[in-house]
T-cell receptor, first 111, second 114 residues
């Protein structure tokens, strides 16, 4: 059974820092991996999608990497801002459409 | 596009009552998903549909839960009878294309069963 783990569960950093969020998964036979952002009381917003054949994806200040063989992904956030404060979740695709989510990392950026 | 639309946003009910949650997916999306989110268990997939047909309902907790998708623009998740342990945020999500996997989520329906 696929299990997705995110470490740390919570992270607090001062504004301007570069930071890395980690995601690990137990079964490397995945279709893709997604990173989501969730603001309090809101739904999830897709940030980056990495297909299984890809190594990384970039969007603005965000960069996500994927190492299938080791079962790991990282989300790199450059020059963090208070508006980046949210919970970040990673999810791996089992089969064509079924996603398994991690528990998330609650990120706080302090002004 | 208006995105995935869910209703109601909040529902408070008493144990034993029937609860119906509604979802309108993004037009053109072939897949629709129902997820449940709790502090203890995180996000769990309950059921998903492809072209209005239920594909995998292995996540539905028990017979008290049922989901339908009568057409491409509407789905319901029903709980009957409801119990306090059903209290959670229920999300609907939709996507298009096999293998792309990018999901678009609604704002969720927060259910409280007293």
């Amino acid at each position: 059974k696929q299990e997705v783990t995110q470490i740390p569960a919570a992270l607090s950093v001062p504004e301007g820092e570069n930071l890395v969020l980690n995601c690990s998964f137990t079964d490397s036979a995945i279709y893709n991996l997604q990173w989501f952002r969730q603001d309090p009381g809101k739904g999830l917003t897709s940030l980056l999608l990495i297909q299984s054949s890809q190594r990384e994806q970039t969007s603005g200040r965000l960069n996500a990497s994927l190492d299938k063989s080791s079962g790991r992904s990282t989300l790199y956030i450059a020059a963090s801002q208070p508006g980046d404060s949210a919970t970040y979740l990673c999810a791996v695709s089992e089969g064509a459409q079924k996603l398994v989510f991690g528990q998330g990392t609650r990120l706080t950026i302090n002004p | 596009d208006a995105g995935v639309i869910q209703s109601p946003r909040h529902e408070v009910t008493e144990m034993g009552q029937e609860v119906t949650l509604r979802c309108k997916p993004i037009s053109g999306h072939d897949y629709l998903f129902w997820y449940r989110q709790t502090m203890m268990r995180g996000l769990e997939l309950l059921i998903y549909f492809n072209n209005n047909v239920p594909i995998d309902d292995s996540g539905m907790p028990e017979d008290r839960f049922s989901a339908k998708m009568p057409n491409a623009s509407f789905s319901t998740l029903k709980i009957q009878p409801s119990e306090p342990r059903d209290s959670a945020v229920y999300f609907c999500a939709s996507s298009t294309g096999v293998g792309t996997g990018e999901l678009f989520f609604g704002e969720g329906s927060r259910l409280t069963v007293l």
